[in-house]
């Protein structure tokens, strides 16, 4: 079993940028794929980027190619969320999760941290 902790959210402007972190404990941190998610009010929490436990396989949804990017550090167990060109409809809490499975659909994802709140305002 793995514990997640998120940090680096926060208040920026349009186009401005941010690093999300994960801190992971417990478990095998590098045994497991990492995921990024969010969810903004009154939405269901959909999938932003994946990364295998090799840190290779990325993979983004298509809103946020190109201006996030997604990293991980086994050695400090740690996963990143480099989030760059922010806009308006970027705005939600983010999580990190934690999975065997390498997927997007975040109900196969067992363990999450407890969000971070991005916020961009125009």
């Known amino acids: 079993q793995v514990q997640l902790v998120e940090s680096g959210g926060g208040l920026v402007q349009t186009g401005g940028s941010l690093r999300l972190s994960c801190a992971a404990s417990g478990g095998t941190f590098s045994t497991y794929h990492m995921g990024w998610f969010r969810q903004a009010p009154g939405k269901e929490r959909e999938f932003v980027a994946r990364?295998?436990?090799?840190?290779?396989?990325?993979d983004y949804t298509d809103s946020v190619k190109g201006r996030f990017t997604i990293s991980r550090d086994n050695a400090k167990k740690m996963a990143y969320l480099q989030m760059n060109s922010l806009r308006t409809e970027d705005t939600a809490v983010y999580y990190c999760?934690?999975?065997?499975?390498?997927?997007?659909?975040?109900?196969?994802?067992?363990?999450w941290g407890q969000g971070t709140q991005v916020t961009v305002s125009s």
């Open positions: 990364v295998m436990w090799t840190g290779g396989s990325i």
């Open positions: 999760a934690a999975a065997r499975a390498l997927t997007v659909d975040p109900t196969l994802y067992p363990y």
